[in-house]
């Protein structure tokens, strides 16, 4: 019932508001932040001195891992509550962890720092079960898993609404949606996405013309047929992301809004469709303050095959293409500083630096620092 009164009122919410997404000037402030994995177990009860501390490194906001998905480590430590999954905050609809949350907003209330609560939608293992599970189309014609929980069936929708409400209850400063916010390539082959793009565009799913785009006699038609397809799908996935931050408005309206998004939609705009169903100007249009821009340089320069110069102009290239999208003000940089590994052994400063004076030299400002379990995480410098 409660899920079911959540929909409704954000339903009235968006057909009744004169500008569906702004009534007023938001003030978005600058960025220096640092994203949160794991809180260091030598924090557990001293999240005042976990925060104080990143602020005198000159850090001004904090991203908050506040969900945990099957195998994620649990926060200072903890024993595992939710083997299945859960959250960080109290909730009615998911196994809650621990409220780390409240304790989080106050300590950084009390030192001056931004809270963003960083948040799952479609990874989020309690809630990607057999039954949610959305569908791929696969070379051979046929249905096959696909990524995440399935945003086209009634109640994954209405599950998460109700989760990003139960969020805005709280007094933070904003929400960071996880990179899991898309929708891959070939999803969206079960009865839910289909029967919702047939009655919209009139077009019927066709595997043959949705999973190869470019074979056969006739491309230029299933080409045409593939692209609406593509752009049908970033559309609702951003419509998706509008009904969130309505649900979360009517409870919290000053809430600041950002998406992760994959280094290479800013640049190629084409891949990021394709790949993601990311089209960056639909999610600014639907409400977005900032992009997060994953700028990973050691993943970039792995799958790119980028000496170091070369890697650097890249990274120009990224923020350049990034700021000319969005703006100065609304573009966030994701820099790596510690590798993506159980030990999280540090990259060589030097070498982040040189990163983010890259990024500097595109016109990029604003700055998240990563991953971070520690204020000392910030101090180590690592070698090459």
Same mark, same amino acid.
């Given at each position: 019932?409660?899920?079911?009164?959540?929909?409704?009122?954000?339903?009235?919410?968006? +057909?009744?508001?004169?500008?569906?997404?702004?009534?007023?000037?938001?003030?978005?402030?600058?960025?220096?932040?640092?994203?949160?994995?794991?809180?260091?177990?030598?924090?557990?009860?001293?999240?005042?001195?976990?925060?104080?501390?990143?602020?005198?490194?000159?850090?001004? %906001?904090?991203?908050?891992?506040?969900?945990?998905?099957?195998?994620?480590?649990? !926060?200072?430590?903890?024993?595992?509550?939710?083997?299945?999954?859960?959250?960080?905050?109290? +909730?009615?609809?998911?196994?809650?962890? %621990?409220?780390?949350?409240?304790?989080?907003?106050?300590?950084?209330?009390?030192?001056?720092?931004?809270?963003?609560?960083?948040?799952?939608?479609? +990874?989020?293992?309690?809630?990607?079960?057999?039954?949610?599970?959305?569908?791929?189309?696969?070379?051979?014609?046929?249905?096959?898993?696909?990524?995440?929980?399935?945003?086209?069936?009634?109640?994954?929708?209405?599950?998460?609404?109700?989760?990003?409400?139960?969020?805005?209850?709280?007094?933070?400063?904003?929400?960071?949606?996880?990179?899991?916010?898309?929708?891959?390539?070939?999803?969206?082959?079960?009865?839910?996405?289909?029967?919702?793009?047939?009655?919209?565009?009139?077009?019927?799913?066709? %595997?043959?013309?949705?999973?190869?785009?470019?074979?056969?006699?006739?491309?230029?038609?299933?080409?045409?047929?593939?692209?609406?397809?593509?752009?049908?799908?970033?559309?609702?996935?951003?419509?998706?992301?509008?009904?969130?931050?309505?649900?979360?408005?009517?409870?919290?309206?000053?809430?600041?809004?950002?998406?992760?998004?994959?280094?290479?939609?800013?640049?190629?705009?084409?891949?990021?469709?394709?790949?993601?169903? !990311?089209?960056?100007?639909?999610?600014?249009?639907?409400?977005?303050?900032?992009?997060?821009?994953?700028?990973? !340089?050691?993943?970039?320069?792995?799958?790119?095959?980028?000496?170091?110069?070369?890697?650097?102009?890249?990274?120009?290239?990224?923020?350049?293409?990034?700021?000319?999208?969005?703006?100065?003000?609304?573009?966030?940089?994701?820099?790596?500083?510690?590798?993506?590994?159980?030990?999280?052994?540090?990259?060589?400063?030097?070498?982040?630096?040189?990163?983010?004076?890259?990024?500097?030299?595109?016109?990029?400002?604003?700055?998240?620092?990563?991953?971070?379990?520690?204020?000392?995480?910030?101090?180590?410098?690592?070698?090459?």
């Amino acid at each position: 019932m409660r899920i079911c009164l959540y929909t409704i009122a954000v339903l009235a919410f968006l +057909s009744s508001t004169c500008s569906p997404f702004e009534i007023y000037e938001k003030h978005r402030p600058s960025v220096a932040g640092v994203q949160i994995f794991v809180i260091d177990h030598s924090y557990r009860g001293r999240l005042d001195e976990f925060f104080y501390e990143i602020k005198q490194l000159g850090v001004d %906001a904090v991203f908050l891992r506040v969900f945990q998905n099957r195998g994620d480590r649990v !926060h200072f430590g903890l024993t595992n509550l939710c083997p299945e999954g859960g959250v960080y905050f109290a +909730s009615k609809n998911a196994c809650v962890e %621990a409220d780390i949350l409240k304790e989080a907003v106050q300590s950084a209330k009390k030192n001056g720092v931004k809270l963003f609560a960083w948040m799952a939608t479609r +990874s989020l293992s309690f809630l990607k079960g057999e039954d949610n599970i959305s569908l791929s189309f696969s070379p051979d014609n046929k249905r096959s898993l696909g990524y995440g929980a399935n945003i086209f069936k009634p109640d994954v929708r209405a599950a998460l609404l109700s989760l990003f409400a139960e969020l805005a209850e709280y007094q933070i400063d904003g929400i960071l949606l996880q990179d899991d916010f898309i929708i891959k390539y070939a999803e969206g082959a079960d009865c839910f996405a289909c029967t919702e793009f047939t009655q919209k565009t009139g077009v019927a799913c066709d %595997a043959e013309e949705f999973f190869y785009p470019t074979r056969s006699s006739t491309f230029g038609r299933r080409k045409a047929a593939y692209d609406r397809w593509n752009l049908w799908k970033a559309e609702e996935l951003s419509r998706l992301f509008s009904e969130i931050r309505a649900s979360a408005r009517l409870i919290n309206p000053t809430l600041l809004w950002a998406v992760n998004i994959y280094y290479e939609t800013p640049i190629y705009k084409d891949k990021g469709l394709l790949w993601y169903s !990311h089209y960056i100007s639909k999610f600014m249009d639907a409400g977005e303050d900032y992009i997060a821009v994953m700028a990973y !340089h050691v993943q970039i320069a792995q799958e790119m095959k980028l000496e170091e110069r070369e890697l650097l102009e890249f990274l120009k290239n990224l923020a350049f293409s990034s700021v000319r999208a969005v703006g100065a003000e609304q573009a966030i940089f994701k820099v790596q500083v510690r590798r993506f590994n159980n030990a999280n052994s540090p990259i060589d400063k030097l070498q982040t630096d040189s990163v983010q004076k890259a990024l500097m030299n595109g016109g990029g400002e604003n700055f998240i620092k990563l991953p971070i379990n520690s204020p000392k995480d910030l101090l180590q410098r690592g070698g090459n």
